[in-house]
């Protein structure tokens, strides 16, 4: 089962993700994630998209559509969470080509709701490790060593883009170029909303269900 599980920064995709590899065995494709093991290793790509990432704004299309066409063929046939891909109406229309000439298909699109005053709460208060990428919150989820990572030892720091002035920027890029895409997965009957709120655990128990 293929699935892409969309919604507001700070929706919790990861935190869902990262429970539906653990009990489904599902293989992720994080675009954010990628970006910034791109950024890491210093890579062409990487810097270029680190300009746009640091103020919040979308990495421009082509740039995403290439790393994620190169995940899929190289590993084609598993169940995929897309976790922040696609973001744009060309992203999404790139992901069914891609699919098709797989010979793949999508089943559902879940879409997290979690009202805005929760967002920023979440996303201002998230911590990620540095080695790793393991996600914390200061509030609901806090590293059992202050700063240390639980997984890894690694060191847990607030991501740049977590900053509350780029915040603004990512949040206003989902709802012009993201929210639109309810639309277009509502139209090819693949469109699923899922209430967000409430613990990760009750957010993944609900999630289950539709899949
Ligand atoms: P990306 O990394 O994808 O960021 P995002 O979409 O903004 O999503 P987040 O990672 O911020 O949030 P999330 O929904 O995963 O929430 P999480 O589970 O961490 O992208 C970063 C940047 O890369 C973009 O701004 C863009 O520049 C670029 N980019 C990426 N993909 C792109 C694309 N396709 N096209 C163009 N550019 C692209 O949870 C957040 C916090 O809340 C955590 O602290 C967590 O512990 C907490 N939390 C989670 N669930 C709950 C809960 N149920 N209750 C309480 N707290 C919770």
Do not use: W
């Amino acid at each position: 089962m293929n699935v892409v599980l969309f919604g507001p920064p700070g929706a919790g995709k990861g935190t869902q993700s990262a429970l539906l590899i653990e009990h489904k065995s599902m293989k992720q494709i994080s675009t954010g994630d990628l970006l910034r093991a791109a950024i890491k290793n210093q890579t062409a790509l990487g810097q270029q998209a680190k300009s746009y990432m640091d103020k919040g704004e979308l990495v421009p299309d082509q740039v995403v559509i290439g790393m994620v066409e190169e995940v899929l063929k190289a590993d084609k046939h598993q169940n995929f969470i897309f976790d922040g891909f696609p973001r744009t109406a060309p992203q999404a229309e790139a992901l069914a080509e891609m699919l098709k000439r797989l010979d793949m298909k999508l089943d559902r699109a879940l879409f997290l709701e979690v009202p805005y005053d929760q967002l920023l709460t979440r996303l201002t208060g998230r911590r990620v490790c540095r080695s790793c990428g393991a996600t914390y919150h200061v509030q609901s989820k806090p590293p059992k060593v202050d700063a240390i990572c639980d997984v890894c030892g690694g060191e847990v720091i607030q991501r740049p883009d977590d900053k509350e002035d780029v915040i603004g920027t990512r949040l206003k890029a989902y709802e012009k170029n993201t929210e639109p895409l309810k639309d277009y997965y509502r139209a090819q009957g693949l469109f699923q909303s899922v209430d967000g709120t409430g613990t990760s655990e009750e957010v993944y128990q609900r999630l289950s269900r539709e899949l």
